[in-house]
């Protein structure tokens, strides 16, 4: 048995945990769950954000699963995920873009992964701010070392998974150090895997490339600005948030979390989509090399994804959380 950190979360976090958890045990994964939370939850029961004893159970078990949590906007404590990123260097940020047979959207051939930097940027917290004059400077840090780290991820990930290409994604002709630092890297890297195509694109131009013609790109990779935004705007294309994995990893660790928000227009209704979790576990699964039950519970999930009617409202159907759950556990 593989022990893993679960982290619930707000909103509808502890309502899409509770699905995952039940297909989980139907399909008899041989993982047990050590249950830690963090954020507001935390914060009003124990006056602690993150808990000692959730910094703890990841340490000892180094995989984890996670909920969204709920971030105050403009105010208020750092962002948890954030904090988790940096704590303990979870510099990949992976999130696979794939369209899926029922779920309704512009195109039918998106199969692209996205890796992006996750600790650094305009993400490093670095802010000063002058109240008098008025004037705020957010420093984008960017290291050798972090630009090499996620470009390595990215080709050997292409690498392991017999993937074409990769694309780097940058705005060399405005941040020139930057991205001239970033750009070198990639075609050094690059060098080392003959037999995959590199390219790299204008951080303007990828947008418009990726809603004009998304099938022409493969594998991903930029840095962390830039790649919060496109990730979105990938599961965009593969058919929103409530569908789309996420995970974050580093040499030591790796969190797989559902990369929607904590939805609170919708949190205690039992309506909210598990399948981003859902995927993000199976993704976990992979990690943890326990690839049959993957592709199992992955299995039945795509053959309920194309059947609306057994999925939840978002998707077009009428299953409550629990009742989509249902249905693949039916489909096992
Ligand atoms: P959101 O993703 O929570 O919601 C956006 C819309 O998508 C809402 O209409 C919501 O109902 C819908 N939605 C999201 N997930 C869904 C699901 N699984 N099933 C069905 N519908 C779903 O985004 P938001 O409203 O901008 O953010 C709410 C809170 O979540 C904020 O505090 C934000 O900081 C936080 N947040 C957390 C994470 C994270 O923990 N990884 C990510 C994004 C936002």
Redesign the pocket.
């Known amino acids: 048995m593989t022990q893993i950190t679960l982290i619930p979360?707000?909103?509808?976090?502890p309502e899409?945990t509770e699905a995952v958890k039940s297909i989980f045990s139907a399909a008899n994964v041989p993982v047990t769950w050590e249950e830690e939370n963090a954020g507001q939850t935390t914060f009003d029961s124990i006056g602690e954000l993150i808990p000692a004893s959730l910094i703890t159970s990841l340490k000892k078990n180094r995989v984890a699963l996670?909920?969204?949590?709920?971030?105050?906007?403009g105010k208020g404590f750092k962002?948890?995920?954030v904090q988790l990123r940096q704590m303990f260097d979870l510099y990949s940020n992976v999130r696979p873009a794939k369209t899926t047979k029922g779920v309704n959207t512009r195109f039918e051939n998106v199969d692209l992964v996205l890796f992006r930097e996750n600790t650094e940027g305009l993400y490093s917290g670095l802010e000063v701010v002058d109240e008098r004059l008025q004037i705020v400077d957010s420093i984008s840090r960017v290291t050798r070392t972090g630009c090499e780290k996620i470009i390595r991820a990215a080709f050997e990930y292409a690498d392991k998974h017999g993937r074409k290409k990769v694309t780097a994604v940058h705005k060399a002709n405005i941040l020139k150090s930057v991205g001239a630092m970033f750009l070198s890297i990639a075609s050094e890297i690059a060098k080392e895997f003959p037999h995959i195509q590199y390219d790299d694109k204008i951080i303007d131009n990828m947008c418009m490339q990726l809603v004009a013609k998304p099938e022409q790109f493969d594998v991903v990779v930029t840095t962390n600005l830039f790649g919060d935004i496109l990730s979105d705007l990938c599961a965009g294309l593969v058919g929103?948030?409530?569908v789309v994995a996420?995970a974050n990893i580093g040499k030591e660790m790796a969190i797989f979390?559902?990369?929607?928000?904590?939805?609170?227009?919708?949190a205690g209704k039992g309506?909210?989509?598990?399948?981003?979790?859902l995927r993000s576990a199976i993704m976990m699964l992979h990690h943890i090399d326990l690839k049959d039950e993957a592709n199992r519970i992955e299995a039945a999930l795509e053959t309920i994804l194309g059947n609306k009617e057994e999925c939840?409202?978002?998707l077009g159907g009428r299953a409550s959380?629990m009742e989509f759950a249902q249905n693949i556990i039916a489909k096992l």
């Open positions: 979360g707000d909103g509808i976090g899409i996670k909920g969204p949590i709920t971030t105050p906007v962002s948890i995920n929103g948030l409530g996420g979390e559902a990369v929607h928000g904590s939805a609170p227009d919708i309506i909210a989509n598990p399948t981003a979790l939840t409202g978002d959380t």
